[in-house]
Nanobody
Framework: VQLQASGGGSVQAGGSLRLSCEVS????????MGWFRQGPGIEREFVAT????????DYAGSVKGRSTIFRDNVKNTVYLQMNSLKPEDTAVYYC??????????????????WGQGTLVTVSS
């Protein structure tokens, strides 16, 4: 199983980025997907999650209204569109897969598979 995150980069505050997470080695429709991030000097935190079908999404308060998570199960890819980026969004962003019937969509420990992370840097 491999989760390949990409799309990170350096942007100015107010800019946008679209992160992608390409998944191989598993049937994506059996998994809820999440994005987490770890900023400098802080623990990794939940950012967004999407259900196996794409019918349900949820966001951390810090990104709600500025970010959209969506998925394409045919392309085996999950996306995180981030707009109006702020310096505090600077972090390594990780995608993760959770078996769809397992509860705990906000909890890292419930996610079985993780990508390697992609760095987002937002300058003021």
């Amino acid at each position: 199983v491999q989760l390949q995150a990409s799309g990170g980069g350096s942007v100015q505050a107010g800019g946008s980025l679209r992160l992608s997470c390409e998944v191989s080695g598993l049937t994506l429709s059996n998994y809820d997907m999440g994005w987490f991030r770890q900023g400098p000097g802080i623990e990794r935190e939940f950012v967004a999650t999407i259900s196996w079908s794409g019918g349900s999404t949820d966001y951390a308060g810090s990104v709600k209204g500025r970010s959209t998570i969506f998925r394409d199960n045919v392309k085996n890819t999950v996306y995180l569109q981030m707009n109006s980026l702020k310096p505090e969004d600077t972090a390594v962003y990780y995608c993760a897969a959770k078996v769809r019937y397992i509860r705990g969509k906000y909890e890292e420990s419930k996610y079985t598979y993780w990508g390697q992370g992609t760095l987002v840097t937002v300058s003021s």
